[in-house]
């Protein structure tokens, strides 16, 4: 019984909390969508298993210069979709590891003119060390990681001999390293209301043809709640900061900003060990550098988890 109770505890600790805090589709420049997801906040215990599926959708045709809406008349459309597979798995003592996988397909259409380029994404590795976990001892969880994330898929997509930009491509072509931090406190004793917060930051190298994504920042405050039912809620402030993109090291002019977005997220056990989330991104602000660029509208995702193992 109360290993049954620790099992559940587990497993809403990991999936309750199931966050898109770094998904690079705040900028057209998004080549890396997404860049972490479940496998965030999925720290298993030891010997388990963290398994989560998830189909992600941006729309990312909005015209902007600094933090206004520009009304488009170029016709442009731009949407970009993935498919991510998750792992996680506890490790000995207070360590875990995290690995993701991406299949990603961007679709432009501009002046009638449609442009659709698919492929294998960029994938993630991660280390964590959890010196502290929320369980029916302990109200209190902290986390640390870092990684990185390695260039697998195509990077040099073209058409008619001409190479699609890098927005357009499926990998970013570039090695990355990742730091993160996550931190959590349960309000009551059941542990079924929580604050958390998280940071994440990535410095980003270059690709073959000299182009560097901007580094990033990303911080996030959330809370989220575990009814008696199998329903769980989860709301999110998200916020994120990109350098500029640089070619050769010079700086890409319409690249960069900052982002402020709301992530409200419904999810449902199917049992102790699998459950459905459906999350969304609603902009709340943005002030993005120089005079115009396209950033997203707004994305969905959709996951489907488990945790399986000793």
Not at 165 to 183: F, R
Not at 220 to 248: K, M, V
Request: with cysteine.
């Amino acid at each position: 019984m109360i290993a049954a109770r620790i099992n559940k505890q587990l497993f809403a600790g990991a999936a309750l909390f199931l966050a898109a805090a770094h998904a690079a589709a705040t900028t057209c420049s998004c080549a890396n969508v997404p860049l972490l997801g479940t496998m965030e906040l999925a720290t298993p215990g030891d010997g388990k298993w963290f398994l989560a599926t998830s189909y992600e959708y941006h729309d990312a045709s909005e015209l902007v210069s600094g933090s206004s809406t520009v009304p488009d008349t170029t016709g442009r459309d731009r949407t970009s979709e993935a498919l991510v597979v998750e792992l996680s798995r506890g490790l000995v003592g207070k360590l875990s590891f995290s690995a993701m996988l991406a299949t990603v397909r961007h679709d432009r259409t501009v002046g009638g003119i449609h442009d659709q380029v698919s492929g294998l994404g960029d994938a993630i590795v991660m280390l964590k060390y959890s010196p502290a976990s929320i369980s029916l001892y302990s109200r209190h969880a902290l986390s640390f990681g870092v990684g990185a994330q390695i260039p697998l898929g195509e990077d040099d997509a073209s058409r008619d001999g001409i190479v699609f930009a890098e927005d357009l491509q499926p990998s970013t072509g570039a090695l990355s390293g990742i730091l993160w931090a996550y931190g959590a406190r349960a309000l009551n004793e059941s542990r079924s209301a929580r604050l958390y917060a998280s940071a994440t930051y990535s410095s980003n190298g270059e690709n073959d043809r000299d182009y560097r994504f901007g580094h990033s920042t990303t911080a996030s405050i959330g809370g989220a709640y575990q009814t008696q039912t199998p329903w769980g809620f989860n709301l999110e402030l998200l916020y994120r900061h990109a350098e500029r993109d640089e070619r050769a090291a010079a700086t890409i002019p319409n690249t960069g900003g900052e982002w402020l977005d709301l992530v409200p997220a419904v999810q449902y056990h199917i049992n102790e060990s699998m459950a459905l989330r459906a999350s969304g991104k609603i902009p709340v602000s943005r002030d993005l550098n120089d005079e115009l660029q396209f950033t997203t509208r707004y994305s969905v995702r959709l996951t489907v988890s488990w945790i399986f193992g000793d």
